[in-house]
């Protein structure tokens, strides 16, 4: 007979089955941030959140784990041991911790470990946070034993990569010029009027639903966009012809075309410095992260770049962040830090100097005095905000450069935007656990493709730890950051970049299949605790290296190409279809890349990989959320590979 919890939401040992109602008044979200009760009170999801930046946050981890650190120590008759505490307090001060803190706590002792086994909450909070999830909305039947199984089908669905029959979705029969593909939802953009280049219509195609809503028209071309779906907020970014120096950025619902109810300006104009050349030599990138938008305005061939960062609800604009001698891309590594992967000319022209600029707190003006919300912005007009610290990479070989239009950061999904959903819960992103980066190198930059690709990935929680641990603004050297945090791989420039190949820690690889016009799909999982959770080997598991991996075998494919010869010619090869291939490379092998740069470059970034046997469609495929999505070049078909979580349908 399960006994409800009115007053508590914890039951010490033996916890089972407590009630969202009661226990969110104690679950704290993940990264210090709000209580869970915050999103969920009531039993209702939350309909309107403040941002995160304008809430003053207590950070009572910092309380909890200076009180752990000392009484952690059993050995000092001094000190009061921690285990004189009931399970009902240690249970409430352990809430309040980072997940690696409650697994110390584990294993103190026989007791510990099982309190903190047999706590529903506190396997719930390690789930949530290992997996940079958070709730944000949730069934008023839901127990919080209930989402802590989603949470855990949601992860071994991706450890064993069990999906479902692939889903045929329709797709509109215009030319695509512009698409994205967030939120669980694939979106494009494409026009109705003569005019092939530019756009004036958005189609969202949701992936759990077989059937096409109304596209969404706005009786203007645009040239670039991006949509929020859970605020009902599309951004239209239109160039002033013939001009091309001037952007109008436009405020439109997704719910009626016409402009959105919140924003005080829906329209604001932007005066650059710079012309917006032709789509091949300029850019625009718009990001939406609750009541922020972050616009980045770039020329290539000038190597300049202006980052503009707006409270869109009022049209204030809080930081501007501007280059006139590089190239950059940029992402959220939470709800208060942007992230530039910036490329910088030392010697005139050719981009040499490579780094991570990550910016802290970037939604504090750099001026303190009051900004109003203003309609026509010369972006020239405002002082530029500095970065918080400094990662440079290795020094590029002086015959080798930069490529400017293939350097890329990927990473989703953006804080605080659904990440996946069940049939009891929605769930959202904390943080980004890894970002995958394009390292382009070439002997001459006049000619495309480049000549070198690197594919790189960073753990971010490394990144954040050196942050934490500095005492104030810092560059940091390669040699001071690189190696245990992040992994090379030397590519072949026949994966297609495309936007979605990044999402949470995961990276997804499709690699030519056995037969012409097929492909095969690894997920390869950079999470540090990813291969820390299978205390034994797969069944299916290759034999960890011995050596090195550099020159040929620093490529990703050539860790599981001949296992998976030998499966393609075995005469059982039905019952291997449905296998995957387990692939497990810590960080006691180095991988060793040595091309473009004046000294070799080692990385031990750990993994584990899974890859299908059975090969899928030559599509582009994509990963995001909890969707493999591929589709076709022409973008004429999308089909979407859910993942198998038992009773949830999509």
């Not at 890859?611 to 078909?637: E, R």
Request: some cysteine; aromatic content about 8%; glycine content about 4%.
């Amino acid at each position: 007979m399960r006994r409800e919890v009115k007053a508590h939401a914890y039951k010490g040992e033996g916890q089972e089955a407590v009630p969202l109602s009661s226990a969110a008044r104690t679950t704290n979200n993940i990264d210090g941030g709000s209580s869970a009760s915050d999103h969920t009170r009531d039993n209702r999801p939350s309909q309107s959140k403040q941002p995160p930046h304008s809430r003053p946050q207590l950070d009572t981890r910092r309380i909890h784990l200076q009180f752990l650190s000392i009484t952690f120590d059993m050995n000092k008759a001094t000190q009061i041991s921690f285990n004189h505490f009931p399970n009902e307090v240690i249970v409430r001060i352990l809430q309040s911790c980072n997940f690696r803190t409650i697994i110390r706590y584990s294993t103190a002792d026989r007791r510990a470990y099982h309190l903190v086994k047999n706590s529903v909450i506190l396997q719930l909070r390690i789930e949530l946070e290992m997996n940079r999830l958070e709730i944000i909305e949730y069934s008023s039947d839901v127990t919080i034993s209930s989402i802590l199984e989603d949470v855990i089908r949601y992860r071994d669905a991706w450890g064993e990569m069990k999906f479902g029959p692939a889903i045929e979705l329709p797709m509109p029969k215009d030319r695509i010029l512009l698409w994205e593909l967030r939120e669980g939802s694939f979106i494009s953009a494409y026009s109705t009027t003569r005019d092939p280049k530019l756009a004036d219509a958005i189609q969202v195609v949701q992936l759990d639903v077989q059937q096409l809503p109304k596209p969404i028209k706005f009786g203007l071309n645009f040239h670039e966009f991006t949509l929020d779906l859970s605020q009902e907020l599309v951004v239209l970014a239109v160039v002033d012809l013939p001009r091309k120096d001037q952007v109008r950025l436009l405020f439109r619902s997704s719910k009626t075309s016409l402009s959105h109810p919140l924003a005080k300006n829906p329209i604001v104009l932007v005066m650059l410095e710079f012309m917006l050349q032709s789509k091949e030599a300029s850019s625009i990138t718009l990001e939406i992260m609750g009541d922020i938008l972050v616009a980045k305005f770039a020329d290539i061939k000038s190597l300049t770049y202006e980052v503009l960062i707006w409270s869109w609800r009022t049209a204030t604009l809080l930081n501007r962040i501007s280059s006139r001698n590089g190239v950059c891309d940029l992402g959220f590594l939470d709800k208060q830090t942007l992230i530039l992967y910036h490329a910088a000319a030392s010697d005139g022209s050719a981009l040499s100097c490579v780094s991570l600029l990550v910016y802290r707190d970037f939604l504090k003006p750099v001026v303190n005095e009051p900004i109003g919300s203003e309609t026509h912005v010369i972006a020239s007009n405002y002082q530029c905000l500095d970065y918080s610290f400094c990662f440079e990479f290795p020094t590029i070989d002086r015959t080798m450069s930069v490529l400017a239009s293939a350097l890329a950061l990927r990473s989703d999904p953006i804080p605080g935007r659904l990440m996946h959903k069940t049939k009891h819960t929605k769930l959202a992103s904390t943080h980004v656990g890894t970002i995958g980066l394009i390292f382009p190198l070439s002997y001459d930059t006049h000619i495309e493709p480049q000549d070198v690709t690197y594919r790189i990935f960073v753990n971010t929680s490394g990144l954040s730890d050196l942050m934490d641990s500095s005492l104030g603004p810092k560059v940091f050297e390669w040699a001071e950051w690189g190696e245990p945090i992040t992994r090379w791989f030397s590519d072949d420039n026949q994966q297609a970049d495309w936007i979605n190949w990044v999402s949470g820690s995961r990276y997804l690889r499709s690699s030519p299949g056995q037969r012409f016009g097929s492909l095969t799909l690894s997920v390869i999982e950079f999470c540090p605790f990813a291969s820390k959770r299978h205390s034994e080997p797969h069944p299916n598991q290759i034999n960890p290296p011995n050596t090195p991996l550099k020159g040929r075998n620093a490529s990703i494919e050539q860790r599981w190409v001949r296992a998976l010869r030998e499966w393609w010619v075995s005469p059982d090869r039905s019952y291997l279809d449905e296998q995957v291939l387990v692939d497990v490379v810590g960080s006691e092998t180095p991988s060793i890349v040595e091309i473009g740069f004046t000294s070799p470059v080692v990385s031990r970034l750990g993994w584990r990989s899974v890859t299908m046997a059975k090969p899928v469609a030559s599509k582009i495929w994509m990963i995001q959320g909890g969707h493999i999505v591929g589709k076709d070049v022409s973008i004429s078909s999308l089909c979407c590979l859910p993942q198998s979580l038992n009773d949830i349908s999509v």
